[in-house]
């Protein structure tokens, strides 16, 4: 499993980021997809996960209505458009396959930090 998450970056307060996880080695299609992260010194999180087809997503309470995941099979990538975004939206987020709490679901990362 290989993925590569990028888009990440420096953004004020109610700003808006949209991340991009290519995978390669393996297709995204047929499967669930994720979207974790980690803030220094916390666990790691899960934010969002979206069905095989796109058509069921579920989100953390803490990003509900502020973030949309989204795939794209043909492309083998998903996104996570983050918007209004706050500082305890600070944190590496990773892309993970199904079983987004093994360490080699996931992709290195891309750090978002929202400071004013």
């Known amino acids: 499993v290989q993925l590569a998450e990028t888009g990440g970056g420096l953004v004020e307060p109610g700003g808006s980021l949209r991340l991009t996880c290519t995978a390669s080695?393996?297709?995204?299609?047929?499967?669930?997809m994720n979207w974790v992260r980690q803030a220094p010194g916390k666990a790691l999180e899960w934010v969002a996960t979206?069905?095989?087809?796109?058509?069921?997503?579920s989100y953390d309470d803490s990003v509900e209505s502020r973030f949309t995941i989204s795939r794209d099979n043909a492309k083998n990538t998903i996104y996570l458009q983050m918007d209004n975004l706050k500082p305890t939206d600070t944190a590496l987020y990773h892309c993970?396959?199904?079983?987004?709490?093994?360490?080699?679901?996931r992709g290195q990362g891309t750090q978002v930090t929202v400071s004013s």
């Open positions: 993970a396959t199904s079983s987004w709490w093994l360490p080699q679901s």
């Open positions: 080695g393996f297709s995204i299609s047929g499967g669930y």
């Open positions: 979206i069905g095989s087809d796109g058509g069921m997503t």
